[in-house]
């Protein structure tokens, strides 16, 4: 007979949070700036209950073993520059780090440590299986966050495999920087599914895990997620139906895990939810998981204070729209703001909620820019910036330092938008995104997009902000990482450099002009200037130009003193930060192309 598992695929969103009508469930306690109890699964019978109660959809596939399944998924001031965040004092992941004195980077399944200068490689980190895409280091650790794939699943009889590939899940392998000459594990341990994001504030590291499915076991009880630590054994440990949270009428189509690691005390703390993580955004104090559902249109976000090893639940709140990504999201003296992008019968508007403490709607700006969408956001202390397009690209200056009546106080209108807003100070804003052109055909307006766009905008009247300086790069096809990515953004003291992909020439004409590494000044009062560039991709010849190579796209630059490191999948290169003279390279392995990065 055929063995079949099910896999339960994603329909719902999370949801409310009144657990009064839940046997089983905790009474929220009458204090309302109390922590929020919210009710366990307690047996996989509850669990079952939950799934046949809320609507989910089947797939069946077959020829499993009859055991468990799991989805497989596949400072301006310092010397040295930093990733550049969101939030300052929350560091995000990315796949080169430095401390001033050692590059840390990914190349493949390695993670490779380079000592800066002079630049020579000192120690290269390969596990078996494991691919990393995530790093963190500070003065004491290096934190590698990777999939972690099995050798051969056949071997395994405590794995139920529904997919034909590799079973994979997240690994977290921290390593002693004590003695950079032997490097020690001090912490290895793995969770159940892939990474959604991760964040790290002070020797404090946090992981949000999710999975694309949920399983049904062979005889009927629901798979649990599982955690394994190596301070505890090599054995995994599942987390039981009692230690599992849920969201009254909320989505039971996944598992969400917070791990919050102490690295310096070592406790590893785990709390699990039945749910799922999309976008994420993490203040000083509180983290909120923004889940949109795509079949009504509206948003619910759960927060979540944080503090050390202690993640507790604070509630939930309601807006139309969907956000675009984290930079949508933001915190300020209590209250949560967030702008979506609202589809409507007449076609798409856009809207800005400020949220209570409680997560209560406090105030709302609603139906901005008919007909487009939002392309960028940014929130700075009592303002918020949208760029949003269409053919044009409205910038709005809104005012929230009256959280109950948000206003806008200015839109200015351009050519072309910004997909990220850099904050340069408190009246000026760096947008970098793509120029364009309005054409007609056939007595009908289409946009094309020509090169990629730097531009500097005065802020500093908020009824009527103005693009002060702009410079477009390239022609049409022109590209950049830093498009969709904020983490390939360097700005380090008054120097911007994006990776970039440069065309010249105009539509199917156009041809490679770059590609590597543009480097420019940037001053509110004198404008955006270059400074240099730099390429890991040699000209064939003068006549032919530059020849496209995929892993001589520059994806990162580091500044350490007086040097420009930039990192592409083939090599790294150490210039002179003033006159952009090579001062050395090293090649590395080569890097499979299909390698996945957080």
Known sequence: MKKLCFILTIVLLLGACNVANFPGGNLP?????????????????????????????????????????????????????????????????????????????????????????????????????????????????????????????????????????????TRVMVYSLADKDNLRLHRDFSLDGFTITSRKKDHYLYLINSQYTFRIMENGTPGLPWYRDTTTGDQETEIGYDEIYY????DTSDFIMFAALDLEGGKLEIDTYLGWAQNIYMSEDNLYIAL????????????????????????????AGNPLNQFSMDEHK?????????????????????????????????GLAPGETIFAARFMG?????????????????????????????????????????LLDDNHLLGIGQDTEVGKSEGREFVTTKGLKLAIFDVSNVNKPKEKFAVTLGDSGSWSETLYDHKAVFFHKGVLAVPASL??????????????????????????????????????????????????????????????????????????????????????????????RE
């Open 292 to 319: 949109s559902d795509g079949f009504i249109g509206d948003t619910s976000i759960h927060k979540f204070s944080v503090d050390g090893l202690k993640i507790q639940y604070k509630g939930k709140g309601t807006v």
């Open 29 to 169: 306690p009458e204090d309302e700036t109390a922590d929020i109890l919210l009710p366990v699964v307690e047996t996989a019978d509850n669990l079952l209950k939950l799934l046949e109660s809320r609507p989910q959809k089947y797939i069946i596939a077959e020829g499993a073993p009859e055991s468990e399944f799991r989805a497989a998924t596949a400072s301006q001031d310092s010397t040295y520059s930093a990733t550049n965040v969101q939030v300052q004092g929350i560091d995000e992941g990315d796949v080169v780090k430095t401390d001033g004195s050692y590059l840390y980077h990914i190349a493949g399944d390695k993670v490779l440590i380079t000592q800066a200068w002079p630049m020579q490689i000192t120690r290269e980190i390969k596990v078996e299986g494991f691919f990393p895409n995530t790093l963190y280091v500070d003065d004491n650790y290096l934190v590698v966050i990777g999939v972690q794939t099995e050798e051969d699943p056949d071997k395994r009889e405590s794995i139920d495999r529904c997919w034909p590939y590799f079973s994979t899940n």
């Open 247 to 250: 969201f009254p009428e909320g």
């Open 503 to 596: 065309t010249k020439g105009k539509d199917y004409n156009a041809n490679f002009a770059f590609q590597g590494a543009l480097f420019f000044d940037i001053d509110v009062d004198k404008g955006i200037n270059e400074l240099g560039r730099i390429a890991h991709t040699p000209a064939n010849n003068p006549e032919e130009g530059i020849f496209f190579w995929n892993p001589a796209n520059v994806r990162r630059i580091v500044q350490i003193d007086e040097i420009f490191y930039t990192f592409s999948d083939s090599q790294v290169m150490a210039h002179n930060a003033s006159n952009f003279e090579k001062l050395a390279e090293l090649g590395l392995p080569e890097v499979p192309q299909n390698n996945y």
């Open 382 to 422: 009592d303002m918020a910036y949208l760029v949003t397009f269409e053919t044009m690209d409205p910038l709005f200056v809104i005012d929230l330092s009256n959280p109950k009546k948000p206003k806008v106080l200015g839109e200015l209108k351009i050519p072309g938008f910004s997909n990220y807003l850099h």
């Open 334 to 366: 209590g209250n949560f703001r967030i702008a979506t992008t609202q589809q409507t019968k007449d076609g798409s508007a856009n809207n800005i909620y400020v949220l209570d403490e409680k997560m209560n709607v406090a105030g709302k700006i609603k």
